[in-house]
Each structure stands twice: as C-alpha cells, then as structure tokens.
C-alpha cells in the first residue's frame, strides 16, 4: 500500500513539473508575428508594429538557471534572423507600449543565452536590450508586460546605433 501511494506522488510530481514545463516560454515554438531577417551594417531603425502581453507567468519559469518576472505567450513572439558583422558592434532591440502598459523583453540569442530587460533606465514604457559584438544568428523575442494583461498595442525597433 505505501509503496503505491509512493508511485502515485512520484507521477503525480511528474506530471506537475511536465506541465509547468510546457507552459514556459521556449525558442523552439512557433512564432505569433513571424520571422525577419536583418543583415549587418544598415542603417536607421527596422521597426514592428507587435502586441505585448500574456498569459504565461514567468516568475514560475527557469529559463537558463535564470528567473524573470512578467508575462508573456510561451511561444516567442517574434525570430529575427541577424547577419552581422554590425558597424557600431552594437545590435539593439527596444520595445515601447503605446498605451501606457508596462513592457518586459526577453531575447534567447543564437547562443541559447537569456536575456530580460524591464524599465529601462527606470522608464516604465521602455525594455531596451543591448548586445555589444552581437552574435550572427537566430534571436527569438517576448514582448511581455510587468503585469498580467494582453494584446497592448507596441512597437519594437531594432538598430546598431
């Protein structure tokens, strides 16, 4: 009897942790906004006109041996292909909310590396995510917000200035 009521928490734990597993973010997933593709050395802002926001609570999340906060879908919100080198050594993506929603931005570089950003130089309306000597590859983005809410109407530009 208890080495079956040991059996039945040991897969009753595993399926817990299977599936808060599946509903974090993950690059593999299909997009929501598409894919781009941007080569080194242009020059001004390549800009998307994107929702941030979701359901997915990443506070309940280990992405990388790293926690972050906010929410997002568990798909990436968008993949940009980069091809360097950049001019600047510099490739920037920044996301702003146009309704007053307060951004999250996560990026997995085409190293596998995390990354998060929110309020930006304390501006409640900016992530900004900067990579000096940024890698030639695939950088999956989220475009989350700080508290649960969806579809608030943003844009994330990208730049090597």
Same mark, same amino acid.
């Given at each position: 009897? =208890?080495?079956?009521?040991? %059996?039945? %928490? %040991? =897969?009753?734990?595993?399926?817990?942790?299977?599936?808060?597993?599946?509903?974090?973010?993950?690059?593999?997933?299909?997009?929501?906004?598409?894919?781009?593709?941007?080569?080194?050395? +242009?020059?001004?802002?390549?800009?998307?006109?994107?929702?941030?926001?979701?359901?997915?609570?990443?506070?309940?999340?280990?992405?990388?041996?790293?926690?972050?906060?906010?929410?997002?879908?568990?798909?990436?919100?968008?993949?940009?292909?980069?091809?360097?080198?950049?001019?600047?050594?510099?490739?920037?993506?920044?996301?702003?909310?146009?309704?007053?929603?307060?951004?999250?931005?996560?990026?997995?570089?085409?190293?596998?590396?995390?990354?998060?950003?929110?309020?930006?130089?304390?501006?409640?309306?900016?992530?900004?995510?900067?990579?000096?000597?940024?890698?030639?590859?695939?950088?999956?983005?989220?475009?989350?917000?700080?508290?649960?809410?969806?579809?608030?109407? %943003?844009?994330?530009?990208? +730049?090597?200035?």
């Amino acid at each position: 009897m =208890i080495k079956r009521l040991f %059996a039945a %928490a %040991a =897969i009753a734990v595993g399926l817990l942790g299977a599936g808060q597993a599946l509903a974090c973010p993950h690059w593999n997933n299909p997009t929501v906004f598409g894919t781009g593709n941007i080569s080194g050395n +242009y020059n001004g802002d390549v800009v998307f006109n994107i929702t941030a926001g979701g359901t997915t609570d990443l506070s309940r999340c280990n992405l990388g041996g790293q926690n972050f906060f906010g929410w997002v879908v568990n798909r990436p919100d968008l993949r940009i292909h980069y091809q360097g080198p950049s001019h600047t050594n510099r490739l920037t993506f920044e996301l702003q909310t146009r309704n007053g929603a307060d951004p999250i931005l996560m990026v997995n570089a085409p190293d596998g590396s995390w990354h998060f950003n929110d309020d930006f130089n304390g501006d409640l309306r900016v992530s900004l995510l900067d990579f000096h000597g940024p890698l030639s590859g695939q950088y999956d983005l989220w475009f989350g917000t700080f508290n649960r809410s969806s579809n608030n109407p %943003a844009v994330l530009l990208v +730049y090597e200035d």
